[in-house]
């Protein structure tokens, strides 16, 4: 038996606490704690009050202040501050408590709630720019902010388009992604954005635009996203005007904050079920190099594979860490601008051009990140949400127990998971 308690509350519907209804703000505070309990509110049809008040449902008498109970069930080691709490929020009522053996406990295991609405999770208040903003502009507006589109507007505040880094390299000719020009540093970084001069935002944006409602459940807009493969919307009111943007990462920063403590409920005794596994969701056969490969092979294999990163590991799959593409750059800054030629030739596929012989002679243990964020195959997706918010990561290298690499888990993979549709209920 598990050992739990019921806590009680007895009260009417004008009871308020802060200006909310009570058992709203009781069902906040113990949807809030992230532990294993159940809240129920319950109506009455009719009762009476210690003053000699009497509410009623007949026709004949008007009804007002019916009776509300409120119970939390509860592990009984949760029980004593929830009491206490709930206890301080009450102006009108009874608390009673009352010990439960409980046989068992299930739930199940999701990572946003259902009826999360786009605008309690979307960035508000987005930076934007009109048809007629330089394509540099954009660019050097990207380069400042922490994300890589930005929405195009009419002057009602209509959203009409969207610019990514792939419209700049694509239609402006930015000749690699942005993050590789933010590590050149000026004033190459000048030159290089004044080059997509006589480009306009009107000329570079994609359209027509795929926006969702403020209003609209967050399940449905993730469905558009997953179906149309975007990685952010714009969001529009109920006239079509832009009043956020709701990205992956928006997304994953909410299942951060509304997920309860799984690892503490599976630590009471409660049964757990549909967990989903790192093992289950990651990229097996992933591009890896040995920490003897030269940066000249490291980069045409990221061109190749068009991959921003490549794991490093040992002759028997031990990870070591990881390379970046920007890391390369920061790795040969002494050498600008022969490297930056060299890297641009790869990715833009216009020729290799010639640069000093120690880009053939590095190897990937002389550039290689070793301080890398990684989690384990037989880790919880909820902890890969984690982490990847917790050090804003796109992608977690995945290891065994043994630290072999085994593949890599993205924030795509991730979604794409936990809004899969469940299959049917068990019979038990």
Same mark, same amino acid.
């Given at each position: 038996?598990?050992?739990? /308690?019921?806590?009680?509350?007895?009260?009417?519907? !004008?009871?308020?606490?802060?200006?909310?209804?009570?058992?709203?703000?009781?069902?906040?505070?113990?949807?809030?704690?992230?532990?294993?309990?159940?809240?129920?509110?319950? +109506? &009455?049809?009719?009762?009476?009050?210690?003053?000699?008040?009497?509410?009623?449902?007949?026709?004949?008498?008007? #009804?007002?202040?019916?009776?509300?109970?409120?119970?939390?069930?509860?592990?009984?080691?949760?029980?004593? +501050? =929830?009491?206490?709490?709930?206890?301080?929020?009450?102006?009108?009522? @009874?608390?009673?408590?009352? #010990?439960?053996?409980?046989?068992?406990?299930?739930?199940?295991? !999701?990572?946003? %709630?259902?009826?999360?609405?786009? +605008?309690?999770?979307?960035?508000?208040?987005?930076?934007?720019?009109t048809r007629d903003t330089a394509a540099s502009e954009t660019a050097r507006l990207l380069l400042s902010a922490n994300f890589h589109a930005v929405p195009v507007v009419d002057p009602e505040g209509r959203p009409i388009g969207i610019i990514t880094q792939g419209d700049l390299i694509e239609r402006a000719g930015m000749p690699v992604r942005l993050g590789l020009l933010d590590e050149l540093?000026?004033?190459?970084?000048?030159?290089?954005?004044?080059?997509?001069?006589?480009?306009?935002?009107?000329?570079?944006?994609?359209?027509?635009?795929?926006?969702?409602?403020?209003?609209?459940?967050?399940?449905?807009?993730?469905?558009?996203?997953? *179906?149309?493969?975007? /990685?952010?919307? %714009?969001?529009? $009111?109920? #006239?079509?005007?832009? =009043?956020?943007?709701? *990205?992956?990462? $928006?997304?994953?920063?909410?299942?951060?904050?509304?997920?309860?403590?799984? /690892?503490?409920?599976?630590?009471?005794? @409660?049964?757990?079920?549909? =967990?989903?596994?790192?093992?289950?969701?990651?990229? +097996?056969?992933?591009? !890896?190099?040995?920490? *003897?490969?030269?940066?000249?092979?490291?980069?045409? &294999?990221?061109?190749?594979?068009?991959?921003?990163?490549?794991?490093?590991?040992? *002759?028997?799959?031990?990870?070591?860490?990881?390379?970046?593409?920007?890391?390369?750059?920061?790795?040969?800054?002494?050498?600008? %601008?022969?490297?930056?030629?060299?890297?641009?030739?790869?990715? #833009?596929?216009?020729?290799?051009?010639?640069?000093?012989?120690?880009?053939?002679?590095?190897?990937?243990?002389?550039?290689?990140?070793? $301080?890398?964020?990684? @989690?384990?195959?037989?880790?919880?997706?909820?902890?890969?949400?984690?982490?990847?918010?917790?050090?804003?990561?796109?992608?977690? %290298?995945?290891? $065994?127990?043994?630290?072999?690499?085994?593949?890599?888990? !993205?924030?795509?993979?991730?979604?794409?998971? =936990?809004?899969?549709?469940?299959?049917?209920?068990?019979?038990?």
């Amino acid at each position: 038996m598990l050992a739990y /308690k019921t806590i009680a509350v007895f009260t009417n519907e !004008s009871a308020r606490f802060q200006g909310k209804l009570l058992h709203e703000a009781i069902l906040h505070y113990v949807r809030g704690l992230k532990i294993g309990a159940r809240c129920i509110v319950y +109506r &009455g049809t009719a009762g009476c009050y210690e003053n000699g008040d009497v509410a009623s449902n007949k026709i004949e008498v008007l #009804s007002f202040d019916m009776p509300v109970q409120i119970q939390i069930v509860l592990p009984a080691a949760e029980a004593d +501050r =929830v009491i206490q709490n709930v206890s301080a929020m009450l102006t009108d009522g @009874i608390v009673s408590v009352q #010990s439960l053996d409980v046989v068992c406990h299930h739930t199940r295991k !999701s990572l946003l %709630p259902k009826q999360l609405h786009v +605008r309690d999770v979307m960035t508000r208040q987005p930076k934007t720019v009109t048809r007629d903003t330089a394509a540099s502009e954009t660019a050097r507006l990207l380069l400042s902010a922490n994300f890589h589109a930005v929405p195009v507007v009419d002057p009602e505040g209509r959203p009409i388009g969207i610019i990514t880094q792939g419209d700049l390299i694509e239609r402006a000719g930015m000749p690699v992604r942005l993050g590789l020009l933010d590590e050149l540093g000026q004033p190459g970084l000048s030159t290089t954005l004044n080059a997509l001069g006589g480009k306009w935002a009107g000329d570079i944006m994609t359209q027509p635009i795929v926006t969702v409602s403020q209003d609209q459940l967050l399940v449905e807009a993730v469905d558009t996203m997953l *179906a149309k493969n975007l /990685k952010r919307l %714009p969001v529009v $009111d109920a #006239s079509g005007r832009l =009043v956020g943007m709701l *990205a992956r990462y $928006d997304l994953l920063h909410a299942m951060t904050r509304e997920a309860p403590d799984w /690892k503490g409920l599976r630590a009471r005794s @409660i049964s757990v079920r549909d =967990v989903r596994w790192v093992r289950d969701v990651m990229q +097996r056969d992933v591009y !890896s190099v040995s920490p *003897a490969t030269t940066v000249d092979e490291i980069l045409k &294999g990221l061109s190749t594979h068009e991959v921003q990163r490549v794991a490093v590991v040992d *002759a028997a799959g031990i990870f070591l860490g990881l390379v970046f593409d920007r890391d390369l750059l920061r790795a040969f800054s002494g050498e600008h %601008p022969g490297f930056w030629a060299y890297l641009v030739g790869i990715f #833009s596929g216009q020729g290799v051009k010639t640069v000093a012989d120690r880009v053939r002679a590095t190897t990937a243990a002389d550039v290689m990140r070793r $301080d890398v964020v990684t @989690i384990r195959e037989d880790a919880g997706l909820d902890e890969a949400v984690q982490l990847m918010t917790t050090h804003k990561i796109k992608r977690l %290298p995945v290891l $065994d127990e043994a630290g072999r690499f085994k593949g890599m888990i !993205s924030r795509d993979a991730v979604l794409r998971t =936990v809004f899969t549709t469940c299959g049917p209920e068990p019979p038990w």
